[in-house]
């Protein structure tokens, strides 16, 4: 599976057209496989902003539109470097596009490539011989059925299919494929660990209970959009109480990140405040998604304004927060006059509904405040059941640094 240089200059040409009149057109370019360079366009729109080193190489080939819509961003595939050592061999049990294949490839000794699809193995041998990836090893088998022919080796990295019958997302670990639970116990025996990705929905503590050993849980996000759970399953530990990492990458590429445990935070005692100060906080996607609703207040020193509300105030203020910070302009009680009356002091603003009777849809009809401009509204409820609303102004980082 390769690309002609006839085939790049008229993707490179036509990579803003409309693919349905593209289709339609095909008459007119005989000498093109339509359908082909149709999906290498969709294709190539779906990594242009996560996967822009792969974008901008025209000699690389996608076999399928889903394998890019389903692959790690850079960012997170560069993250998981960090998990893997130079001197290890790896196997990417479920290679796909083979993005986390060669950024681990990047950095181990070597690293088995196995996908049980003929066309992903033709077109990552390609791309992996286009990328100079050369200590990668493709395999065309599946892996469910190959697993008495793996390799040892230091880490197996898989990422389990996440749509069901009639090509439905799923996001139960047990309804993924390859069943994950099932292959774990052979798989400690050929490697000490398993790092497997997995989706964003599923669920933290279910997950745990579906995978014994686990050491660690990263959870990742990029520009406060939760893309992936990392779990790091250990073969020879005991009683391990697994760390979650919560990871969020910002627009400009800057890191953000809050540990933890979830004994830590089962454990940690909490007196939410009944009153809003001069800063407010709002934790990235990580941290809720992880669920450190009180650790993250203990160990910022800010104070929450609900049990249920996740929302953080404090009078000075905490320029490390890993979320969005504001300072507090105003705090409006709740109340039908209020909303008759708002949209005239604040005609526009951007909506946040925490802990709140209506969504932002209703507060947006109720109040008549358009979306957008520098203004940032949150409803929510504080510590002693009190509705209010609370006007601040986003903080950035000169202003964090002043």
Not at 28 to 56: C, H, N, T
Not at 80 to 98: H, N, P, S, V, Y
Not at 325 to 339: A, M, Q, S
């Amino acid at each position: 599976m390769t690309l002609t240089s006839s085939q790049i200059q008229f993707i490179q040409e036509h990579a803003a057209d409309d693919l349905t009149r593209l289709l339609l057109s095909a008459s007119k370019y005989p000498e093109i496989d339509m359908p082909f360079v149709v999906d290498q366009i969709a294709a190539r729109r779906q990594i242009r902003e996560k996967l822009p080193s792969w974008y901008g190489n025209a000699q690389l080939v996608f076999p399928a539109k889903i394998a890019a819509e389903q692959c790690s961003s850079e960012q997170t595939a560069a993250y998981k470097q960090r998990l893997a050592d130079e001197d290890w061999t790896m196997c990417d049990l479920t290679g796909g596009l083979g993005i986390d294949s060669y950024f681990f490839s990047r950095k181990v000794n070597h690293l088995t490539y196995i996908e049980r699809f003929p066309a992903y193995c033709e077109a990552a041998r390609h791309n992996f011989s286009v990328l100079g990836a050369d200590n990668i090893t493709v395999v065309n088998a599946d892996t469910t059925h190959y697993i008495d022919k793996l390799p040892v080796v230091d880490a197996f990295y898989i990422d389990p299919a996440r749509r069901g019958e009639s090509n439905k997302r799923v996001f139960a670990l047990q309804d993924c494929e390859p069943d994950l639970p099932g292959l774990l116990p052979d798989l400690l025996k050929r490697s000490p660990r398993v790092i497997a990705k997995l989706s964003p929905m599923a669920d933290i503590q279910m997950t745990l209970d579906l995978l014994p050993g686990t050491t660690a849980v990263h959870v990742l996000s990029v520009r406060n959009e939760c893309k992936e759970l990392l779990f790091v399953v250990e073969r020879e530990v005991e009683d391990t109480i697994p760390v979650i990492h919560c990871v969020n990458f910002a627009p400009d590429g800057t890191e953000s990140s809050f540990s933890f445990t979830l004994e830590e935070e089962r454990c940690a005692g909490l007196q939410p405040t009944g009153q809003v100060f001069g800063y407010l906080y709002e934790p990235n996607a990580s941290v809720l998604k992880a669920g450190a609703f009180k650790q993250i207040a203990l160990r910022m020193e800010v104070k929450k304004l609900h049990i249920s509300s996740h929302l953080y105030t404090s009078e000075q203020l905490v320029a490390d927060f890993p979320g969005r910070i504001f300072r507090v302009d105003e705090v409006f009680p709740f109340t039908g006059k209020l909303c008759k009356n708002l949209s005239k002091l604040i005609p526009q603003a951007n909506i946040t509904v925490r802990n709140f009777p209506l969504s932002v849809e209703e507060l947006r009809k109720r109040t008549k405040i358009t979306d957008g401009g520098s203004i940032y509204l949150f409803a929510t409820t504080l510590a002693n059941g009190e509705k209010i609303l609370v006007r601040g102004t986003r903080l950035f980082g000169s202003d964090l640094r002043n």
